[in-house]
């Protein structure tokens, strides 16, 4: 069984940076699919990128293309979002989820991976921007 722990939001200022971190327990991330999705009240729920097995398979929403980078650290069993050029807009709950390699939902985190079932989740960290 895996546990999830979001942590690394807050509130900052239009532009600005944060960071998001996924670590996990009671398994190694090594490859699995890790994603992270948003949602804004109200609206439906936002993949928002997702890495697989390997460090150059990830895939990223359109909203977010350029702006955000995913990325796995193995020895921490830890995945990070990097959100550069953060807008009002990113304002909302993020959350990640994980998908195993060894079960039958697997997928290897291609541009639908916001389509696709996850096995476990972790809980959601709250992103404000704002001036």
């Known amino acids: 069984q895996v546990q999830l722990v979001a942590s690394g939001g807050g509130l900052v200022q239009p532009g600005g940076s944060l960071r998001l971190s996924c670590a996990a327990s009671?398994?190694?991330?090594?490859?699995?699919?890790i994603a992270w999705f948003r949602r804004a009240p109200g609206k439906e729920r936002e993949g928002v990128s997702c890495?697989?097995?390997?460090?150059?398979?990830?895939s990223y929403a359109d909203s977010v293309k350029g702006r955000f980078t995913i990325s796995r650290d193995n020895a921490n069993n830890t995945v990070y979002l990097q959100m550069n050029s953060l807008k009002p807009e990113d304002t909302t709950v993020y959350s990640c989820?994980?998908?195993?390699?060894?079960?039958?939902?697997?997928?290897?985190?291609?541009?639908?991976?916001?389509?696709?079932?996850?096995?476990?989740w972790g809980q959601g960290t709250q992103v404000t921007v704002s001036s």
């Open positions: 890495i697989g097995s390997s460090d150059d398979r990830t």
């Open positions: 989820a994980a998908v195993s390699p060894y079960g039958s939902r697997w997928h290897d985190c291609g541009r639908a991976f916001a389509l696709y079932g996850y096995d476990y």
């Open positions: 009671g398994s190694t991330l090594d490859y699995y699919g």
